[in-house]
Nanobody, 122 residues
């Protein structure tokens, strides 16, 4: 059974940084595509970033490119999202996701975590 558990959310000021973690079980993160999504109040869930299983190729939404970095630690079976230069519009619940392909990871992952709240104050 696949489980994804996020942590690391919180309250931060504009310009600050946070690192989100997603501990996976039931699948090896190096064999699948892992992704981060976010959902702000009243808005639809949107893709943030993904990392491929083979080659560690990364993709980002334009809104976070250059500020966010997705990475993984195979030994810990954990995926991270380093968020720098945070803005109030980054405020959302952030979800970790897993999919068999990077295409699916960007649009319709197979598994989701429970989410972690990130709030950026102005």
């Amino acid at each position: 059974q696949v489980q994804l558990v996020e942590s690391g959310g919180g309250l931060v000021q504009t310009g600050g940084s946070l690192r989100l973690s997603c501990a996976a079980s039931g699948r090896t993160v190096s064999s699948v595509a892992m992704a981060w999504f976010r959902q702000a109040p009243g808005q639809e869930r949107e893709f943030v970033a993904t990392i491929t299983g083979i080659g560690r190729i990364t993709y980002y939404a334009d809104s976070v490119k250059g500020r966010f970095t997705i990475s993984r630690d195979t030994a810990k079976n954990t995926v991270y999202l380093q968020m720098n230069s945070l803005k109030p519009e980054d405020t959302a619940v952030y979800y970790c996701a897993l999919a068999s392909t990077v295409a699916a990871a960007k649009i319709r992952p197979d598994y989701w975590g429970q989410g972690t709240q990130v709030t950026v104050s102005s």
